[in-house]
């Protein structure tokens, strides 16, 4: 079960940064991200009260709700929604695969939450791919500022991302489980995205073309419904490091719908960094210690 909630993890959420490209319209960035969530939402709440997947909460539950939903539902998608704007969809998944570093240093802050070495080494070798993918991106622009601050944006969202991994991990530990507080927390982020709406004054125009409508279902159900709940069910069975790690995935599905749909043109270095993030997840996930096998078959060797 949790090997494929991983494998469904990584399309979900690997098409829905073409989507959210999909959504720069007439419509207010914020808006966009409003629709989105309220529509998983109130399907969130419309399934989980037929099928009894709402669970009874108190008071004192609803402020870590509202945090989860200010940094999982509002803040994290202003940022990448506006990231996007400034450089390739792709690029920013690939920016969000430092995730796991993020739920690294948070989890040892806040939990004193252990790490391999081998997790450590995967994190170097798939960030190291990360790496050359983006340098090519940064030479066909000539070091252009708009890549610069789209990936300050990309960075941004990924933090907030990350302390919401967090705050599910405090959820859970208090016998909330994943579906009841994404349910809630998607609630309270599209208050705070009301708030900022009519803060800035902006219209609540929609744009009734199918690639509009048809990105905004998609991040609505499949990409938010499916893909936050999947996510912080992973997060509860194998811990915020390890499932974070399938964001250093992501990215493959992600550039391969941007050289589709946006026309991001593959390198050799991008092909060498795509090498390397798969590499990286492969190590990651090693039980042994490569070092502690290295000098394990030394010795073995010496001994004869």
Not at 167 to 183: C, D, E, F, G, V
Request: aromatic share 18%; charged share 10%; with cysteine.
């Amino acid at each position: 079960m949790t090997a494929f909630l991983y494998i469904l993890m990584i399309f979900a959420w690997g098409f829905s940064w073409i989507a959210i490209k999909f959504q720069q319209s007439s419509v207010a960035m914020e808006v966009s991200i409003l629709y989105r969530f309220a529509i998983a939402a109130c399907f969130m709440f419309v399934f989980g009260y037929l099928f009894k997947k709402i669970q009874k909460t108190h008071y004192h539950h609803h402020f870590f709700f509202a945090l989860q939903g200010l940094c999982l539902f509002c803040f994290n998608f202003l940022a990448f929604y506006s990231s996007t704007s400034y450089i390739a969809s792709g690029l920013t998944a690939v920016v969000m695969a430092t995730a796991p570093i993020f739920n690294a240093i948070h989890g040892k802050l806040f939990y004193q939450t252990p790490t391999s070495a081998n997790f450590w080494l995967g994190v170097i070798v798939g960030l190291a791919g990360i790496c050359l993918l983006f340098i090519g991106d940064l030479r066909q622009t000539n070091w252009s500022q708009d890549v610069f601050i789209g990936l300050f944006y990309a960075l941004l969202g990924t933090w907030c991302f990350s302390i919401g991994n967090m705050i599910s991990i405090r959820n859970t530990r208090n016998k909330i489980q994943p579906y009841t507080a994404t349910s809630y927390a998607m609630v309270y982020g599209c208050i705070a995205l009301l708030v900022i709406i009519t803060f800035k004054d902006l219209p609540f125009n929609i744009e009734t073309n199918m690639r509009y409508l048809g990105g905004l279902l998609y991040l609505a159900i499949p990409a938010s419904v499916i893909g936050f709940t999947a996510y912080l069910v992973l997060v509860d069975r194998i811990g915020a490091n390890n499932a974070a790690y399938l964001l250093v995935i992501t990215p493959i599905v992600a550039l391969i719908s941007s050289s589709f749909f946006e026309g991001y043109q593959w390198t050799n270095s991008a092909t060498a960094g795509l090498t390397l993030i798969i590499l990286g997840n492969f190590l990651t996930k090693r039980t042994t210690s490569l070092l502690s096998f290295t000098f394990s078959s030394k010795f073995k060797r010496s001994k004869s």
